[in-house]
């Protein structure tokens, strides 16, 4: 039974334009919310993250927006640039730095 | 200069065998953890110590068995391999505490059980 799940494998977007991943969980005990961004043969790299008490977080480019109503999450990326082509891992914190990961959606940027 | 470092990064063995994979950090947390990777590419946490002590122990089959020697260092050693053992493995540390911290990752290791 997974807790987090990210429903879009892939998506595709041009250079220049919005991407916005989606993330759904289950569990609402999770405290922390985290996106991580993978390249092929690298281990994910920490991106954002944001507290279950708050409903964004802005870091330059990269916004997450949090609605515990419906258990959803999602990161936009604005502009998307080339070397946003990775994979974005949705993570929740289950106390004790315990993360729980979706399955990941890789993104992939057009010129 | 690698934060966190796993060796090897390629492992390709038979049914039956014993391994061990590697790991090491130089960013001086004290928790560190394994977490692997399936075919579904769910990543999920195996175990975490914190300083030496086992702290999560996630429903994992007891040939995988964790060792921390120093808090610098948690190797993951997997008895009798199987075929559903070939996976992605990485290695991840983040100081400790109840506030939130940031998990650093290792570059995995590809375990390939023929």
């Known amino acids: 039974d997974q807790q987090v799940k990210q429903n879009s494998p892939s998506l595709s977007v041009q250079e220049g334009r919005i991407s916005i991943l989606n993330c759904d969980y289950t569990?609402?005990?999770?405290?922390?919310f985290l996106w991580y961004k993978k390249y092929p043969a690298e281990g994910p790299t920490f991106l954002i993250s944001?507290?279950?008490?708050?409903d964004k977080n802005e870091d330059g480019r990269f916004t997450v927006f949090l609605n515990k109503s419906a258990k959803h999450l999602s990161l936009h990326i604005v502009p998307s640039q080339p070397g946003d082509s990775a994979v974005y891992f949705c993570?929740?914190?289950?106390?004790?730095?315990?993360?729980?990961f979706g399955q990941g959606t890789r993104l992939t940027i057009n010129p | 200069d690698t934060a966190v470092s796993q060796t090897p990064k390629y492992l390709v063995t038979q049914m039956g065998n014993d391994k061990s994979i590697k790991c090491e950090q130089n960013?001086?947390?004290?928790?560190m953890y394994w977490y692997k990777q399936d075919s579904k590419k769910f990543l999920k946490i195996m175990f975490s110590?914190?300083?030496?002590?086992?702290?999560i122990n996630e429903t994992v089959p007891n040939r995988f068995s964790p060792k921390s020697p120093d808090k610098a260092h948690l190797n993951l050693h997997i008895n009798s391999l199987e075929l559903g053992d070939s996976a992605v493995y990485f290695c991840?540390?983040?100081?400790?505490?109840?506030?939130?911290?940031?998990?650093?990752f290792g570059p995995g290791t590809r375990l390939t059980v023929t």
């Open positions: 991840a540390s983040s100081e400790a505490g109840d506030l939130f911290y940031e998990q650093y």
């Open positions: 569990n609402s005990m999770f405290d922390y």
């Open positions: 944001i507290s279950s008490i708050k």
């Open positions: 993570a929740a914190r289950e106390g004790a730095q315990k993360l729980v």
């Open positions: 960013l001086g947390h004290d928790t």
């Open positions: 110590y914190n300083n030496k002590e086992l702290i």
